[in-house]
């Protein structure tokens, strides 16, 4: 069974960076997407970025997050640097069956349990 665990969540203050990491086990295909999304309280499931053979990020994030993967350790990164309040959240690593870099939710097929980020003002 696949399995996909987040870690590196924590409290950090605005402007501040913390990386987050996920271990995927039982996904051999090498045609899988990796993806970060965030949930807020009371807020829907949201995209945060996406790697296949391209990377791809929400507009609200660009130029402060950078997602990456060590395909040797099986594991996605996910960098966060200049951090707001907003982008407090628990964020879930997803992986999907295919190459295409989606941005939606319900094309996920896994999921890990996610990671508490938590951004003081």
């Known amino acids: 069974q696949v399995h996909l665990v987040e870690s590196g969540g924590g409290l950090v203050q605005a402007g501040g960076s913390l990386r987050l990491s996920c271990i995927v086990s039982?996904?051999?295909?090498?045609?899988?997407?990796m993806g970060w999304f965030r949930q807020a309280p009371g807020k829907e499931r949201e995209f945060v970025a996406a790697i296949s053979y391209i990377t791809n990020y929400s507009d609200s994030v660009k130029g402060r997050f950078a997602i990456s993967r060590d395909v040797a350790r099986n594991t996605v990164y996910l960098q966060m640097n200049s951090l707001k309040p907003e982008d407090a959240a628990v964020y879930y690593c997803?992986?999907?069956?295919?190459?295409?870099?989606?941005?939606?939710?319900?094309?996920?097929?896994?999921w890990g349990q996610g990671t508490q980020v938590t951004v003081s003002s």
């Open positions: 039982g996904l051999t295909s090498s045609a899988e997407t």
């Open positions: 997803a992986a999907r069956r295919g190459a295409s870099a989606r941005r939606e939710a319900s094309e996920y097929d896994y």
